[in-house]
């Protein structure tokens, strides 16, 4: 069990079991806490710690007062802070620590686990936290270094699997995230201008373009690369056309596009049908997936929006059924369940989309416009 959370992505932070923030006083009372955090699961060392904190191996009086005031600070949680053959460290069976979930997730192959390290990193590792000692100071530098290539690897990872996918919007909230990171990786720029443009979104690529191009110019003074010239010369074409309307409300014959909404919760579904029925679809609603199973035996629908939790057949599981059956219609997930896993498996099984409540219209619609273009452009391929 828990007793101890301590957040390094983003700032520093401690809080109890309880969520109730835990004060350390003092700069180097909470430089030890980082490193002791930092080193949880390894082997910290009062020497090393002394030596970083105060520059010299021969501080021992002076560490000793630091290990005595951590302590002190957290005498309310006992057990957190034991004694080693070095030193102490924090008991990693008591104290959680983001960085070190981070670093065992890093290393799993599961989308899921690359999801949720994804949720964790925050931020730079104790952003804005020094001390008066360059050699505290540079050896944090490095273990910032090390996390934002971390990060830098994960988000990358996340973004293949929602380009894969087709999540459209997810990846460019991804490639984003990821060029904040690292502004000077060209081809994430070059991902986001295709994604911005498949998006129906020549302008904001365009704008990505020039972007990309004078950051090159300014760190590395080349110009961009062929391919992205080339995605260029694709958005350039694209801004040459008449842009065609951005709601997708009608089908061939002008058949209104017909929408399965599965959603139990009586709030919600209001809110997201009404939303639906605005746009211009024809909405069609079940609150159990049972029923979700009959209605879609009996028509054919062109996109499902279904919560994940309801009775009988939860979304998960009634998706599963469809693929098994080669039922092709696109579903986009939401859900308030949290965590990564249900959002990884969404996209695990070929998901057209997935949203977290609470829903918005601007957030939904743009969503369920861009898989019924997409849909479409599929169709017209086939003829």
């Known amino acids: 069990m828990t007793a101890l959370n301590i957040r390094l992505f983003g700032g520093f932070s401690l809080a109890d079991a309880r969520g109730n923030p835990v004060v350390l006083t003092g700069r180097r009372v909470q430089a030890f806490a980082i490193y002791l955090a930092l080193e949880i699961g390894r082997r910290p060392s009062l020497r090393k710690a002394s030596k970083l904190l105060f520059g010299s191996e021969g501080e021992d009086g002076r560490i000793r007062d630091v290990e005595r005031d951590l ?3 957290l005498s309310e949680i006992p057990g957190v802070v034991v004694a080693t053959a070095d030193g102490v460290a924090f008991d990693r069976d008591l104290v959680s620590v983001d960085t070190r979930s981070f670093d065992d997730m890093l290393d799993s192959p599961s989308l899921t686990a690359v999801r949720a390290a994804a949720e964790l990193y925050r931020g730079t590792v104790a952003e804005g936290f020094s001390i008066a000692s360059a050699a505290f100071d540079e050896w944090l530098t490095q273990k910032r270094l090390a996390y934002w290539q971390g990060a ?8 293949a699997a929602q380009v894969k996918a087709e999540w459209w919007e997810s990846a460019v909230d991804t490639a984003s995230r990821l ?11 070059r991902t986001l201008m295709r994604l911005q443009l498949e998006q129906g979104r020549p302008d904001s690529a365009l704008r990505r373009y020039e972007e990309c191009a004078e950051i090159l110019r300014r760190e590395f003074g080349r110009e961009p690369s062929p391919e992205t010239q080339r995605v260029r010369e694709e958005i350039v074409g694209a801004l040459q056309i008449a842009p065609a309307p951005r709601e997708v409300t009608r089908k061939p014959h002008d058949a209104p596009v017909l ?4 959603e139990d919760d009586a709030v919600s579904a209001t809110l997201v049908e009404g939303f639906l029925q605005e746009a211009g679809y024809e909405v069609v609603l079940v609150a159990d997936g049972a029923d979700a199973l009959m209605e879609i035996a009996r028509r054919t629908f062109d996109l499902l929006v279904m919560d994940i939790n309801i009775p009988t057949l939860n979304g998960l599981r009634l998706f599963e059924i469809m693929v098994q059956k080669g039922i092709e219609t696109p579903a986009v997930f939401i859900t308030g369940i949290p965590g990564p896993e249900v ?4 996209l695990e099984l070929g998901a057209a989309d997935f949203l977290r409540k609470p829903i918005r219209k601007e957030v939904l619609l743009p969503h369920i416009r861009s898989i019924l273009q997409r849909k479409q452009r599929g169709q017209a391929g086939a003829e």
Request: without cysteine.
């Open 71 to 73: 302590k002190q600070a």
């Open 259 to 262: 929408v399965l909404l599965v």
């Open 179 to 189: 060029l904040a990171l690292d502004p000077t990786q060209e081809v994430v720029h």
């Open 152 to 159: 830098v690897t994960v988000f990358g990872r996340l973004l």
């Open 343 to 346: 959002e990884a498996r969404s």
